[in-house]
């Protein structure tokens, strides 16, 4: 009978993926990510050549940049202790009902042209991911179990990265609607309330999907909240300093750097190659997609198992392919060609580094340690868009050829994983599978 009931048994850890609470995870998590891409989008292009052209300067969506990621970084310690304090659908369905007020004052900005209304409604969006953040990774385990970790990851990816295809591709749509940028057959209308009504919808749609997620079990009723914001991450980093987890979570973090870098530079190109927003949110999309495909590839290939062998793999890839961003002369299909291999690369290099996070967590302060890593890659994004803005406000070298840029993330690319490399390797840290 134990013979009989184990492939059934299996079979049910496997098809884990395909029950409620997963599903109901990963389009949650779907509509989150379209609304954050729609608003970050729309607001780039218009400070780029948009209503608000010129309002923050030269550089300026690394201004919106800073104002996505500042939020993460101060509030992901709290988050950490909150996921871990409840249940995590609590968390989850708490975070979802805050972006329908969020989203309505993103309304409001966009109907009266208020930049600054506008970027309050973005740093809003961004306080209520920060909390979503470790409460989604964390319960991953809880509804897949170890096993799939690697298949749950590269799902998960997969339709966030759809939802980033569709939220940019949306932005570029929204904006040049919300903006129309001239016309020699004649000045269409501007649809002032497009882009605030999209994203309330998105918001209800959100809200709607997370209410079929399944009960969890509540985290530590007896944890008590630390006042301190940096508190957490600096425990977690003293406790796990000497292991190989942190050099993970930096590795993790970095590529967010370069992504962030990528992400700024990509809207430039509607100038570069003198192309609609829509034309250029085309490439964001394209790089979405490339990831999305590159982490469902990393997780079939991983099975049952993690396998940091791809790392280098995914890291050789995202140089290369930043390299002929930089050398080549841009055009459309050999930008969006370079993109996409720099998108599966990347889809390579984050699914172990993900799966490692979660498994090497300890699982009663899983939100915490989920938490620090958040940070950090969120600081890592920061600083690109500081490095951007610095590189558009004082580099005449990259001032009329910004795809440049992607010279730097290919060198940075190159030395990071051959420092975080070497630094696993003196952790004790190898290649070899993870079950």
Do not use: H
């Not at 998590?29 to 400070?47: C, E, H, P, S, T």
């Not at 079990?217 to 630390?226: F, V």
């Not at 890659?377 to 070298?397: D, G, H, Q, R, T």
């Amino acid at each position: 009978m134990t013979d009989q009931k184990q492939p059934n048994a299996e079979g049910t850890v496997k098809n884990r993926l395909l029950k409620r609470g997963f599903l109901a995870l990963i389009v949650t998590q779907f509509f989150g990510a379209a609304n954050d891409n729609i608003l970050k989008g729309v607001l780039i292009f218009m400070v780029i050549n948009g209503a608000w052209a010129g309002d923050l300067g030269a550089g300026g969506q690394g201004i919106v940049g800073i104002c996505f990621t500042l939020p993460f970084i101060v509030l992901s310690g709290y988050a950490g202790q909150f996921a871990d304090r409840n249940s995590k659908r609590y968390v989850s369905v708490l975070a979802k009902l805050i972006e329908i007020p969020i989203a309505i004052l993103a309304l409001i900005g966009f109907w009266i042209g208020n930049l600054w209304i506008t970027l309050s409604a973005l740093i809003a969006l961004t306080c209520q991911s920060a909390f979503f953040g470790p409460a989604k990774y964390g319960m991953i385990p809880e509804l897949v179990g170890s096993r799939d970790l690697s298949r749950a990851n590269g799902t998960i990816n997969m339709m966030t990265n759809i939802a980033v295809i569709l939220g940019t591709y949306s932005a570029g749509i929204i904006a040049d609607a919300y903006s129309p940028l001239p016309d020699p057959s004649g000045t269409m209308p501007a649809l002032l309330w497009l882009p605030g009504v999209v994203m309330v919808a998105v918001a209800i749609a959100g809200l709607v999907a997370v209410t079929f997620l399944q009960q969890l079990e509540p985290g530590d009723r007896t944890l008590n909240y630390d006042p301190n914001p940096f508190a957490t991450y600096f425990s977690v980093i003293r406790e796990i300093a000497a292991k190989p987890l942190l050099m993970i979570m930096l590795a993790w973090g970095y590529f967010y750097f370069l992504a962030g870098l990528a992400l700024l530079i990509i809207p430039e190109y509607s100038d570069v190659l003198s192309v609609t927003r829509t034309e250029a949110s085309v490439l964001l999309g394209v790089m979405g997609l490339a990831i999305g495909l590159g982490s469902v590839a990393a997780g079939l290939i991983s099975g049952n198992t993690i396998r940091p062998r791809l790392i280098p793999i995914g890291a050789a890839g995202l140089t290369f392919f930043f390299a002929l961003l930089g050398f080549v002369p841009p055009t459309m299909p050999n930008v969006a060609i370079f993109i996409f291999g720099a998108g599966v690369s990347a889809g390579f290099y984050i699914i172990p580094l993900q799966s490692l996070l979660q498994r090497l967590s300890p699982g009663d302060e899983r939100g915490r340690f989920l938490g620090t890593a958040n940070c950090i890659s969120f600081a890592f994004l920061l600083l690109a868009s500081l490095l951007f803005w610095i590189i558009s406000e004082f580099s005449k070298f990259f001032g009329t050829n910004p795809e440049r840029i992607f010279l730097i993330s290919a060198a940075l690319m190159a030395v990071g994983v051959a420092f975080f490399s070497w630094r696993l390797k003196a952790r004790g840290f190898t290649l070899a599978d993870v079950e």
